[in-house]
């Protein structure tokens, strides 16, 4: 399994943006993701999820702001972000569990496959 994450870039505060997540080696429709981020000196936090099933669930710092949805022709998952603030400034990484049928998980440690990471940067 394979994760590429792509499309983060520099936007002022406000502002939008999309980070696309594309999966390969597996189906995505049965599989749950999750989206993560780690800004320099902090530990790696999560952002949102997308259950199996396409429900998708947030933390409380991006909850209205931010969106996932998925693409299962192209096995691929976004993030949009909307309204970004500069404490939105972080890498993110988009990240699978192992195991499919299993979601909802907010923790680095349930899912075995990360991608890269994206770098967002927002300006103030």
């Known amino acids: 399994v394979q994760l590429q994450a792509s499309g983060g870039g520099l936007v002022q505060a406000g502002g939008s943006l999309r980070v696309s997540c594309a999966v390969s080696?597996?189906?995505?429709?049965?599989?749950?993701m999750g989206w993560f981020r780690q800004a320099p000196g902090r530990e790696r936090e999560f952002v949102g999820g997308l259950k199996w099933h396409g429900s998708t669930y947030y933390a409380d710092s991006v909850k209205g702001r931010f969106i996932i949805s998925r693409d299962n022709a192209i096995n691929t998952v976004y993030l949009q972000m909307n309204s970004l603030k500069p404490e939105d400034t972080a890498v993110y990484y988009c990240?699978?569990?192992?195991?499919?049928?299993?979601?909802?998980?907010?923790?680095?440690?349930?899912?075995?496959?990360w991608g890269r990471g994206t770098l967002v940067t927002v300006s103030s």
């Open positions: 080696g597996r189906t995505l429709s049965s599989y749950g």
């Open positions: 990240a699978a569990p192992k195991q499919p049928y299993v979601s909802g998980s907010s923790r680095p440690a349930d899912f075995s496959f």
